[in-house]
């Protein structure tokens, strides 16, 4: 694949973080130990930590002129259609709107037909709200990221039962993992496999922001580089785990 990049879809957003030394009262004042700013979004992230781990990478999504801004537009099929996909050997989209993202897929799937296998595209989806029109994605992904939150929303209340109650839901041949915090994470492959790793918690949990889109991108990594499930989802539980140690996302890899 050379130096094709992995491209990343979706929000990217300013997060305020506001450290106090315990969780507030409702209707209490409580004093802010300190507060920083940082980029955040689930596909800003995930682009942030392939970067980290030296993958080729690159991020789509509406920015901002300035530091605060209001209602930015989701990535559209227009603006997608700019994009020259020979540049690419994997695309994730983070579940958002899903009709548009539902055709932009399918302009990949387009391009896929007319290529040899090993310049096809790897397509992978985030389905993390619990939003009706999200679940749409399923069927779309080769590499489907489905969270507890949405897992639990259908009535699962482990990863393993998720990935057998959505496995109906995916194409053929498709990849479905479900990351469950600190119980760890669990993946079925295209034959129906279960693989699952425990997590790797920091001696101190210190900021567990972006522990998910981490999770995401280490396992992205892995596959994109011609790993195997077992040690996409084992590499995936580690860096979340360091990121939980770690304020943002500076020293994940030491």
């Known amino acids: 694949m050379g130096d094709k990049k992995i491209l990343s879809i979706g929000l990217v957003c300013l997060d305020i973080i506001n450290v106090v030394d315990k969780y507030p009262e409702e209707d209490s004042d409580t004093r ?3 507060q920083r700013w940082q980029r955040g979004g689930n596909a800003s992230n995930t682009c942030t930590v392939l970067s980290l781990l030296g993958a080729p990478c690159a991020f789509m999504g509406a920015l901002a002129p300035g530091p605060v801004a209001e209602n930015l537009p989701d990535v559209s099929i227009e ?3 700019k994009v ?3 540049q690419y050997k994997w695309i994730h ?3 958002r709107n899903a009709e548009e993202q539902v055709k932009m897929i399918e302009r990949v799937r387009e391009y896929n037909s007319k290529q040899e296998e090993k310049n096809k595209i790897t397509i992978s989806v985030e389905i993390e709200k619990t939003r009706e029109p999200l679940y749409q994605l399923f069927p779309h992904g080769d590499v489907v990221f489905v969270s507890k939150d949405v897992a639990r929303h259908f009535g699962f209340d482990t990863a393993s ?4 109650g959505f496995s109906n839901r995916l194409r053929k041949g498709a990849t479905l993992i479900c990351a469950w915090a600190e119980k760890g994470a669990d993946a079925m ?3 129906g496999t279960v693989f699952h790793s425990d997590a790797f918690p920091p001696e101190k949990l210190v900021d567990t922001l972006g522990a998910g889109d981490t999770f ?3 396992v992205i990594y892995t596959l ?4 195997g499930l077992q040690p996409a989802l084992t590499f995936g539980c580690q860096i979340a785990g360091k990121k939980c140690g770690v304020h943002g996302y500076d020293g994940i890899l030491q």
């Open 32 to 34: 802010c130990l300190s």
């Open 79 to 81: 603006d997608f259609s």
């Open 84 to 86: 020259d996909l020979k």
């Open 93 to 95: 989209w983070e579940g």
């Open 161 to 164: 039962a998720a990935l057998k």
């Open 189 to 191: 492959g295209p034959d």
């Open 216 to 218: 995401n991108a280490a």
């Open 224 to 227: 994109a580089n011609g790993g």
